[in-house]
């Protein structure tokens, strides 16, 4: 499983922006290839899921969020500021949620391969994403999507954002739902 350099580059923005002062503590609580591939990835480039988002992940929840795994979302959250701006920004903030969440379903294999996330159902307030392929999603990971889809979403205007997972790969459901709601 592989993560395209475009999703990494948040996350040592993240702890830059957040967490300045420990931002080299962080750098130094990861192995060294984690570390190499946080100071040096290439947008453009595909690296290893597990030393390239996952690991840098964890130890953000282990050092900022004392274990808790709200740090994976709050890390998702950023990258969909970072990564919806300029003209993405105008995009999403004058896109319907539907479209926006089909878009972000078409996008997900764009940043992680192999992968396939699809739209199953939708109201006019809601909707349930599935993610029917990814090998090594993490709970981390997962989370980290979780997040991005919550702040896509109240870019683009959605207020009160809710976003529960029933399902999860990563405790052998056969797939991940996102039931996603909003005012």
């Known amino acids: 499983m592989e993560v395209k350099g475009t999703a990494i580059e948040s996350l040592p923005l993240f702890v830059k ?19 190499d591939i946080m100071q040096n990835a290439l ?9 390239g988002l996952t690991e840098p992940t964890m130890k953000v929840c282990e050092l900022f969020y ?7 979302w709050e890390a ?17 903030k004058f896109g319907s949620p539907h479209f926006i969440i089909k878009r972000a379903s078409r996008i997900l294999p764009t940043f992680y391969t ?8 939708e109201t006019k307030r809601s909707t349930t994403l599935q993610i029917i392929e990814f090998s ?17 979403l109240e870019i ?3 207020k009160n954002v809710k976003i529960d997972i029933p399902k999860s790969l990563t405790i052998g459901n056969p797939l991940t739902e996102f039931d996603i709601k909003w005012s």
């Open 17 to 35: 922006k957040f967490y300045p002062e420990r931002y080299n503590e962080w750098l130094n609580s990861l192995s060294e290839k984690s570390c």
């Open 43 to 51: 947008t453009a480039e595909w690296y290893p899921l597990e030393q």
């Open 66 to 72: 004392n274990g808790d795994k709200k740090g994976a």
């Open 76 to 92: 998702g959250r950023f990258s969909a500021d970072h990564s919806l701006k300029g003209v993405y920004k105008v995009f999403v």
């Open 114 to 121: 192999p992968s396939t996330m699809k739209v199953v159902g």
């Open 136 to 152: 090594e999603l993490d709970k981390i990971i997962e989370l980290r999507i979780g997040g991005w889809i919550e702040r896509a």
């Open 156 to 158: 683009c205007g959605c």
